[in-house]
T-cell receptor, first 113, second 114 residues
């Protein structure tokens, strides 16, 4: 089956720094999604990407759909303490897997004030 | 995006018993999904619940252990049957709210089996 490798596994940064995390897949996807999960909560959708090469921003967040369709990255600029949480990438390939999402292992982000 | 609620939010159960988790959505949706998130882990899809048809289970999950109901377009239940400590996890429901693949998640049910 499809596998997603997400890196880094964890990050410890100072407030104000920029952050970058990425996901790579062994096979192609036609949708990439990025979620954030706070402790005790369900994942919240941050950004959705539908086209190879697409670059999308949501406030301080920017994500890109890799042109090979096998990778995606998420950047967070000027981090703030409320950015703390676990970030998950998820991929979908409707032709073979329908609406199923495959999730990466997550990136635990800690922001020191 | 859809607003999703789950009940209960958490529970502590004895091994061998069963727990039914409810998922309610504020709008009609075709597809609902149930996920498991084991402690410190990522999300794993248990099954897809479509209204009017049997749920579709992923490899490693079976209907006898995780029976699912989908009586209408805004509600679904997942039962965790004959529980063991290995079933201690967060159980999450999600919906495909736009038809384009974006899934929105409920707050989760935190289950501890003793």
């Amino acid at each position: 089956g499809q596998q997603l490798n997400q890196s880094p596994q964890s990050m410890f940064i100072q407030e104000g720094e920029d952050v970058s995390m990425n996901c790579t897949s062994s096979s192609i996807f036609n949708t990439w999604l990025w979620y954030k999960q706070d402790p005790g909560e369900g994942p919240v959708l941050l950004i959705a990407l539908y086209k190879a090469g697409e670059l999308t921003s949501n406030g301080r967040l920017t994500a890109q759909f890799g042109i090979t369709r096998k990778d995606s990255f998420l950047n967070i600029s000027a981090s703030i303490p409320s950015d703390v949480g676990i970030y998950f990438c998820a991929g979908q390939l409707r032709e073979t897997s329908g609406s199923r999402l495959t999730f990466g292992e997550g990136t635990q982000l800690t922001v020191n004030p | 995006s859809a607003v999703i609620s789950q009940k209960p939010s958490r529970d502590i159960c004895q091994r061998g018993t069963s727990l039914t988790i409810q998922c309610q959505v504020d709008s009609q949706v075709t597809m609902m999904f149930w996920y498991r998130q084991q402690p410190g882990q990522s999300l794993t899809l248990i099954a897809t619940a479509n209204q009017g048809s049997e749920a579709t289970y992923e490899s490693g999950f079976v209907i006898d252990k995780f029976p699912i109901s989908r009586p209408n377009l805004t509600f679904s239940t997942l039962t965790v049957s004959n529980m063991s400590p290995e079933d201690s996890s967060i159980y999450l429901c999600s919906v495909d709210g736009t038809g384009q693949g974006e899934q929105y998640f409920g707050p989760g049910t935190r289950l501890t089996v003793t």
